[in-house]
């Protein structure tokens, strides 16, 4: 069983469009987590929610609207997308907020 | 956003060689983590660390949590071609909710 899974593993899709990424973990932890890896591979917070509570917008344009409806899953909705917005997406979850962070495969999102 | 400074930024050695990589930070953090990434897929956790001074080891690799609680330190012994790939550190302070990634180690070993 995959710990932490997130689908579409790739999304290609036209400017303007708005698209969802879902993400789901069976490892029990009360948080979780969206990273953003840009093109140099750095990885950066974008939110994370406890017990399906946001705790941290990490300045994310409005356009990007997360959604826990329950501590297993946390997805995320993006309105109008840009070209800028082309990025690989990783959900991520831990037991804690300094316990080990596990992470999904990626979702690939590509904005032509 | 925040970053870790994290070096070398490349690394390209031979196959059995040791290889050693550092994290710093201008914060003092509760919880170091070092991962590995491979092309196309997610991070993959190797080692936590959750005490300063502390030294935990997973097979050929070992981790150390700095002593100023500011840094974090890896080193992969005997490294042989599988290894390759880019290691990240990432380091999170209690109550924060979140953790920062350094920039990544691309590592490359030559056969």
């Known amino acids: 069983d995959t710990a932490v899974s997130q689908t579409p593993k790739y999304l290609v899709t036209q400017m303007g469009n708005d698209k969802s990424i879902k993400c789901e973990q069976n490892?029990?932890?009360?948080?979780m987590y969206w990273y953003k890896q840009d093109s140099k591979k750095f990885l950066k917070i974008m939110f994370s929610y406890n017990n399906k509570e946001l705790i941290i917008n990490e300045t994310v344009p409005n356009r990007f609207s997360p959604k826990s409806p329950d501590k297993a899953h946390l997805n995320l909705h993006i309105n109008s997308l840009e070209l800028g917005d082309s990025a690989v997406y990783f959900c991520a979850s831990s037991r804690t907020n300094t316990g080990e962070l596990f992470f999904g495969e990626g979702s690939r999102l590509t904005v032509l | 956003g925040q970053q870790l400074n994290q070096s070398p930024q490349s690394m390209f050695i031979q196959e059995g060689e040791d290889v050693s990589m550092n994290c710093t930070s201008s914060s003092i953090f509760n919880t170091w983590l070092w991962y590995k990434q491979e092309p196309g897929e997610g991070p993959v956790l190797l080692i936590a660390?959750?005490?300063?001074?502390e030294l935990t080891s997973n097979g050929r690799l070992t981790a150390q949590f700095g002593i100023t609680r500011k840094d974090s330190f890896l080193n992969i012994s005997a490294s042989i071609p599988s290894d390759v790939g880019i290691y990240f550190c990432?380091?999170?302070?209690?109550?924060?909710?979140?953790?920062?990634f350094g920039t990544g180690t691309r590592l490359k070993v030559l056969a």
């Open positions: 990432a380091g999170t302070t209690s109550g924060t909710y979140k953790y920062i």
């Open positions: 490892l029990g932890h009360d948080t």
């Open positions: 660390l959750y005490k300063a001074g």
